[in-house]
């Protein structure tokens, strides 16, 4: 493994690595699985935000907001948001098929939001 949370596969002939998987470095801070889906779950971390698959037991999609921490998660029963709290009192909205932003709710709260 690495301290990034990765776990390689090392070829000593031809010193290739291969990434065999992916997992949060530091504390997972929430999980949520989304209404009606058994193949899917998101986590969030220090630094991050991931979505996974069960079956295949990978990471599907990474999220990262720079120099900040997700404290917690949730994703709309539609399916078509993950709505996630920040240390720097802001909620995002992400979509969850290319993780790009939807929206963002300034001033959500006075510090960290820990909740959603």
Request: charged share 15%; net charge neutral.
């Amino acid at each position: 493994g690495t301290g990034q949370g990765n776990t390689y596969r090392l070829e000593l002939g031809s010193m290739k690595a291969t990434l065999l998987g992916t997992a949060h470095y530091s504390g997972i801070t929430d999980v949520c699985f989304p209404s009606g889906c058994s193949e899917l779950f998101v986590t969030c971390s220090k630094n991050d935000i991931r979505v996974w698959n069960t079956v295949a037991r990978s990471e599907l999609l990474r999220i990262q907001v720079p120099n900040l921490v997700c404290n917690c998660i949730a994703v709309l029963p539609n399916g078509k948001s993950i709505v996630s709290g920040w240390d720097d009192g802001k909620i995002r909205a992400f979509f969850p098929e290319s993780g790009k932003l939807q929206y963002v709710i300034t001033d959500a709260h006075a510090e960290a939001v820990t909740a959603v």
